[in-house]
């Protein structure tokens, strides 16, 4: 079993930046990709970011590249998402999630945080 939280969200105006954080215990952190997703009511959980267990691979939603980057620290075992320039349009629920071979599918992810709220005002 693998536990996540994340923390670091709340409201922001336009341009501004947050970080997030996803604390994980349990099994050996290292071995596992991890993910942010975002949701709004209404609509689907969306990919946002991935980071492979030993960070060399990362990958973004069009949407974000430029503005969000993914990042880990392995002896914290925890995972980062550093978000700037944000958008109005970035307000949603933002998740991390694990999974052994980290992917855009929610689908692929075998645990879930609880979320951290991210509200941009115009």
């Known amino acids: 079993q693998v536990q996540l939280v994340e923390s670091g969200g709340g409201l922001v105006q336009a341009g501004g930046s947050l970080r997030l954080s996803c604390a994980a215990s349990?099994?050996?952190?290292?071995?596992?990709?991890m993910g942010w997703f975002r949701q709004v009511p209404g609509k689907e959980r969306e990919f946002v970011s991935y980071?492979?267990?030993?960070?060399?691979?990362?990958n973004s939603a069009d949407s974000v590249k430029g503005r969000f980057t993914i990042s880990r620290d392995n002896a914290k075992n925890t995972v980062y998402l550093q978000m700037d320039s944000l958008k109005p349009e970035d307000t949603a629920l933002y998740y991390c999630?694990?999974?052994?071979?980290?992917?855009?599918?929610?689908?692929?992810?075998?645990?879930w945080g609880q979320g951290t709220q991210v509200t941009v005002s115009s």
């Open positions: 349990g099994r050996t952190f290292s071995g596992y990709g």
């Open positions: 999630a694990a999974a052994r071979i980290p992917s855009t599918r929610t689908k692929e992810y075998d645990y």
């Open positions: 980071i492979t267990g030993n960070s060399r691979y990362t």
